[in-house]
């Protein structure tokens, strides 16, 4: 007998319990345990009904991920569960925790379900780009209905019991301590009743709506762009009503299989596992000890700082903001509750919410108040002389062992930590804008960083419901670095003959929330303006310089925020709008320089946009700045809406192929110049080898 699925018996009841820690997957010991246990019960003229039941924190959670993509080892989980349906004696599965993917699948195999209060059921394959493969989409349709069905299915959402109760999918809620009882005096029940094997796989589909699919494909059009398998969902959902059971199941089974092997699918398993591994910081021994953060203090109530001192007081963490001046002071709390309210207004938070999250922002004028404080985030001007004023005078008020960050986008974080007696304190996070909504939070660590600091910094980013990424002191740190080169292509396209909308569209079309000149104008202009008038200023000379959005921006047109940049807006309405006097300002601008604008493909658009950030990904993990491909591209999809079926940058520059990306580096080395196109060496050794970034 299997060690993870025990058989045992009370009275007439066989009782199959699943003990396979963490979260009873399904892996091959636990398939081949169910069936023995079955067909155990089946011999036994005794028994008269079965459970099934889990140990541990959890009913089945799912499928085995770590043998996804490789041949499923006998018995197969359709095998499985049909054996468990056919039973000739009623089944019943009894669900705590969660009963997901291969896990619903099998409760959906049995013929009565019940479950405690607090469980949950899904089938969130969709958010790994597959489908349910085990019956799932042609059995939960038969139960629940199939408009219930597919928006669990393509949607993936975990459904609580209690609506999982109204929609039939659960039999019996058992508000009990004892499930394993509870749910063998349920059976006895259900025999005492007269009650049979009721197979979910011979009910009639209820379709309530006809449109159903067509409407749903059109509602999730937008949000799921570019996704393979919510549709492929809606697909098998629909077979399951115009088809018989057994065909059902295989078309099922085709759509499955197109999805296990697409680059999508791969692409998301792998995004799967990279949120989970970035909180592991390599070097970083697992037992660091961290600092206890209890309070915290914000510097600056600006656009950052709001939606910073949010987070924690969403995450119900006490918050010191601190400013200037009075009048900066109540400007920046009358924009987060007026962040707050509006939220509330849609429904996602109540008023009481706003209140108490108001009443966790302490403003004040006076450094006194962060003495006790455990962490301090400064968000002031971008200027290195302010920034290392303010660290001086944290320096002096704030008690030993408090955090000391800063939320520079440029400025050198070690050189902010020489301004303390305390550098071992001090480390960067970078948030991204808006502070309050975006995922991604790069957690830089200085020359002198302690690891507890470090420790500490990521584990905080998760209790403020970020995804932290440790990352290393360079010029823009991980995301802006290969942000600004692709950006530098993008204006020499447009120079050489595309016109934004050309580029933006491009962009968009392989995946990203909008192309660069649509973020340009989002962030606005005058940012990167003031950085380049800087740096020529410092006596910067750039190989070759770009200088039309520069003439944008001295046009007065900043971007969104004047209502005019590279695009125009109309009044209320974000989308941008090709302007044709900026088309004649580029062909102008082409002519001042003397290029002859030609024709630019869409191919040369996205090879020169992205490779160039590969380029520049490789150079970051031979500098150590990221210590593996895989935080690079969770910094691109938490940050800058990289998409997810892409898998990030890194892993897409994989599937490419890096020595067809080299091959291109080479040849846009030899139209444009080694300056900008001079492959990394780790990119050029690994093409070379015939590897990649996941497999060096
Ligand atoms: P901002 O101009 O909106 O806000 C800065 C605030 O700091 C202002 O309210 C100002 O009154 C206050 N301030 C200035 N000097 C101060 C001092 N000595 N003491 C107390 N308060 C002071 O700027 P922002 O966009 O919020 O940027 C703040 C920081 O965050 C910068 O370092 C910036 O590079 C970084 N950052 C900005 C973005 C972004 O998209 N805006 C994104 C990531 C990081």
């Not at 155990?40 to 005794?46: P, V």
């Not at 924190?57 to 499923?72: L, N, Q, S, Y």
């Not at 990203?512 to 200023?537: C, N, T, W």
Request: proline share 5%.
């Amino acid at each position: 007998m299997s060690s993870v699925v025990e058989y045992s018996k009370a009275a007439e009841i066989g009782v199959i319990a699943v003990n396979n820690p963490p979260v009873n997957a399904l892996s091959q010991g636990v398939r081949a345990g169910l069936q023995e246990s079955v067909r155990k019960g089946l011999s036994d003229e005794a028994v008269k009904a079965m459970v099934i039941v889990c140990e541990g924190r959890t009913f089945i959670a799912g499928a085995d991920i770590r043998e996804f993509g490789k041949p499923m080892a006998d018995p197969g989980l359709v095998e499985v569960i049909r054996e468990i349906e056919d039973s000739p004696k009623p089944v019943v599965a009894a669900i705590h925790g969660t009963a997901l993917g291969g896990g619903l699948e099998v409760a959906l195999a049995c013929h009565y379900r019940c479950a405690v209060p607090s469980a949950k059921v899904g089938l969130p394959e969709v958010n790994l780009g597959l489908l349910p493969g085990a019956g799932g989409t042609q059995r939960l349709p038969r139960l629940v209905g199939a408009d219930a069905a597919l928006r669990m299915i393509a949607e993936g959402n975990h459904v609580p019991v209690t609506q999982a109760e109204s929609m039939g999918l659960i039999d019996r809620i058992l508000d009990t301590d004892d499930l394993r009882g509870a749910a063998v005096a349920y059976a006895q029940e259900l025999l005492a009743g007269g009650k049979r094997p009721r197979k979910v796989s011979e009910m009639q589909v209820r379709l309530d709506n006809p449109n159903v699919f067509e409407e749903y494909e059109k509602s999730i059009a937008r949000k799921k762009r570019g996704f393979l398998a919510p549709f492929h969902c809606i697909k098998a959902v629909k077979a399951a009503t115009e088809l018989p059971f057994d065909q059902g199941m295989r078309r099922e089974r085709e759509l499955f299989a197109e999805l296990m092997d697409s680059p999508q699918s791969k692409a998301q398993r792998h995004v799967f596992f990279a949120e989970r591994e970035v909180a592991r910081v390599p070097g970083l021994p697992k037992d660091t000890p961290k600092r206890e953060i209890r309070t915290a203090g914000i510097i600056g109530a600006g656009t950052m700082g709001g939606g910073i001192a949010m987070n924690f007081a969403n995450a119900g963490i006490p918050v010191y903001v601190l400013e200037g001046s009075q009048e900066a002071l109540d400007k920046g709390l009358a924009v987060v509750r007026r962040n707050y309210e509006n939220t509330a207004r849609k429904g996602r938070i109540t008023r009481d919410d706003v209140e108490q999250r108001m009443a966790l922002i302490k403003p004040t004028l006076s450094y006194d108040d962060l003495a006790e404080v455990d962490l301090v985030i400064e968000a002031v001007f971008e200027d290195m002389g302010i920034k290392k004023e303010v660290f001086g005078k944290l320096d002096r008020v704030c008690k030993q062992g408090a955090i000391l960050a800063t939320n520079t986008s440029t400025l050198d974080v070690n050189e902010i930590a020489s301004a303390t007696s305390r550098p071992q304190d001090v480390m960067g996070m970078h948030f991204f804008s808006p502070a309050n909504v975006m995922r991604l939070l790069e957690n830089v660590r200085g020359e002198k960083t302690a690891d507890d600091v470090v420790a500490t910094v990521m584990s905080i980013s998760r209790r403020i419901g970020k995804v932290g990424v440790c990352v290393g002191v360079c010029d823009g740190f991980v995301g802006n670095r290969m942000l600004h080169k692709r950006g530098r292509e993008a204006n020499f396209l447009v120079e050489e003959g595309a016109l934004p909308q050309q580029v933006d569209k491009v962009l968009y079309d392989f995946g990203m929330p909008m192309g660069p000149f649509a973020m340009s104008d989002l962030a606005g202009l005058d940012v990167g303006y003031r950085i380049r008038q800087a740096k020529r200023k410092e006596g910067h000379v750039e190989p070759r310089d770009s200088t039309w959005l520069d003439k944008i921006v001295e046009m007065g047109r900043y971007g969104q925020k004047t209502g005019a940049g590279v695009y125009r807006y109309e009044e209320g309405n974000r989308t941008p709008i090709p302007d044709p006097e900026i088309e004649k300002l580029i062909v102008e601008h082409s002519k001042g320089i003397g290029i002859e604008r030609r024709e630019v493909s869409d191919q040369e658009i996205l090879e020169r946009c992205m490779y160039t950030m590969v380029n520049e990904g490789a150079k970051i993990l031979e500098e150590g700045i990221a210590a593996r491909p895989l935080d690079i591209d969770i910094v691109w999809i938490y940050g800058y809406g990289f998409p997810v079926y892409r898998g990030g940058p890194m892993f897409w520059a994989d599937q490419v192929g890096l020595d067809k990306i080299y091959d291109a580096i080479l040849k846009y080395r030899d139209r444009l110049g080694a300056e900008y196109w001079t492959p990394a060496p780790l990119l050029e050794r690994l093409a070379k080898e015939g590897k990649g970034f996941y497999d060096q």
